[in-house]
């Protein structure tokens, strides 16, 4: 399989990459920092189909906007 095949696999679109990016970042800082893995996929689950809905902007103020 090339990676042409490969990357069609994949996520459809760029915003749904930096999506999955934004929360699972998010997901493994938050448990490093002491939550538990479920607190910290609620969180992400909570967090996700804003972050979803969001432009590209919103999403980078997001990535910068993370305090732990």
Do not use: P
Request: glycine share 6%; proline share 0%; charged share 20%.
């Amino acid at each position: 399989m090339g990676s042409k095949n490969y990357c069609q696999a994949g996520f459809s679109s760029i915003a749904k990459v930096l999506t999955h990016i934004y929360t699972v970042d998010l997901m493994w800082l938050e448990t490093l920092d002491g939550k538990t893995m479920k607190q910290s996929m609620e969180l992400v689950q909570e967090l996700e189909s804003d972050v979803r809905s969001s432009e590209i902007d919103e999403i980078q103020h997001l990535f910068g906007a993370t305090n732990l």
